[in-house]
Structure formats: C-alpha cells, structure tokens
C-alpha cells in the first residue's frame, strides 16, 4: 500500500472553510496523525486537496448519477486535522453497502477497532433528501451508542442525546394540535407548533449534526471559528486502486 508522507508537502490554502452540505456518512476521528488514520483505513496515495475541493468531491461521489450505489467507493476525503478531530467524508472502506443487512454489524466494528488505537471514533450520517440520520459513537475499544432512525436499530446509550426526541419517537402533540390552522400557511403552522412546545415543554428532535456538535464537531457549522491545521487529502481506497 502506498502511502507517501505528507511532510514538508506543500500546504494548499484552507479554501471553503465554510459549513459543509452534509449527505453521507461521514467519520470524526480524534487525533491529529491523519497518516495512521490512512494506514488503519488501508487508504493510499493520498492527494492534497483544499477543503473545498476535498467536500465537493465528495458530494459529487455520492450523488453521481453514473455511480452504482452497490459498488464500492474509489475514494474518500480526509480532512486537515479541524478542532482536534480528523474528518474522513465517504463511504467506509471495508464496509458493506450501506443497503446491505451487515452494514451495522461493519461500521460498529470499524468504529470499536479505530477508537481503541485513537481513544474515540465516531460515524455519523445524514440525508439531504430526506429524514435518515444515524451515529455511532465508539471510545476506548467499545462501541457506546448505535442509532440508525430509519432501521430502528440501536445499541447502548448516550448523555449527548439527553433533553433530545428521537427522530422515531413520537413528537408527543395532542391530537388537536393544529386545530384552526390552514395546513398551506407554513408561518401559522410554525407558530403554533412554537407555542405548544414552549408551552408543553416538548422535547426537541436531534439528528446527526447535534450528537456531532456534542461528541466531536458539527461540520455544518464551521467557519472562521474552527480550528484547522494540516493538510486535507483525496486518498484511494481498495476498491479505487483496482480501478
């Protein structure tokens, strides 16, 4: 496997250090040896990219109309060490399809492997069309709180979802919550939904990007705030070297 050192390479100018359009999956490693993150992925040739570049490619991977959603990843992003945290955007490597039944059973142990060698590892997933969300959220070798809102898998638990509703859980309105409202006047609709959780004390509903801003980072909400050294990389996987 190739993987050159990434050493006195020239560093490109942190362009797009903006928040991230999030859709996929995406791993928060906490280290800042993005070089062993390569190695422990079996990642290689690794390209420096800015960030910009880096997140744009994969979006453009994972919503590519030519892609096979059944076929593996060539490639993944690996971001420049961000808070603390390195950043791998893509499509696990050495996982199943995400459609396929052992994707949980891979990414879990993916996650329980790369936290006893980092201290924590953390995936988590979205969609940008529509309600999926998922975490798994490993530290120490074991895999502490897995939570998959459209499988309805899950494993353990975690504070960060305290205070939080479910995406699956029930929203807890009574039945004549939006009584009286035109379901076309969005701001009425809105409003009253406002009204009846401050009222109620309703919980609200968490997704990715809150268990992310509270386990490692929230990569929707960078800007010039987040902390970021090093270099971000496009690098191969497995499957992209046989190509």
Do not use: K
């Not at 979006?59 to 971001?79: E, F, G, I, K, T």
């Not at 959220?137 to 809102?149: C, F, H, K, M, N």
Request: glycine letters at 10%.
């Amino acid at each position: 496997m190739r993987t050159p050192p990434l050493r006195g390479r020239r560093t490109l100018t942190a362009v797009g250090r903006a928040p991230v359009h999030l859709c996929g999956t995406w791993l928060a490693i906490r280290t800042g040896e993005q070089e062993s993150v390569l190695v422990e992925l079996g990642l290689s040739d690794p390209v420096p990219v800015t960030i910009g570049q880096g997140e744009a490619a994969w979006n453009r991977d994972h919503h590519s109309w030519d892609r096979d959603h059944q076929d593996r990843p060539a490639r993944v992003y690996v971001s420049p060490v961000t808070d603390g945290w390195t950043l791998v955007f893509g499509d696990l490597p050495g996982s199943a399809p995400p459609a396929a039944g052992s994707w949980a059973r891979d990414v879990q142990a993916l996650c329980a492997r790369l936290s006893a060698r980092f201290g924590a590892a953390h995936l988590y997933g979205m969609s940008c069309g529509g309600p999926w969300t998922m975490w798994c959220l490993a530290e120490a070798g074991t895999v502490r709180r897995y939570y998959d809102a459209q499988t309805g898998e899950r494993l353990g638990s975690h504070p960060a979802e305290d205070g939080y509703r479910l995406p699956d859980e029930d929203e807890g309105l009574p039945p004549d919550a939006y009584d009286g409202i035109d379901a076309d006047d969005i701001d009425a609709v809105m409003a009253r939904r406002a009204e009846l959780y401050e009222r109620l004390a309703l919980p609200e509903v968490c997704y990715a990007t809150d268990i992310a801003a509270l386990t490692s980072v929230d990569p929707s909400t960078f800007g010039p705030h987040t902390r970021v050294s090093g270099q971000g990389v496009l690098a191969l996987t497995a499957h992209g070297r046989r190509q």
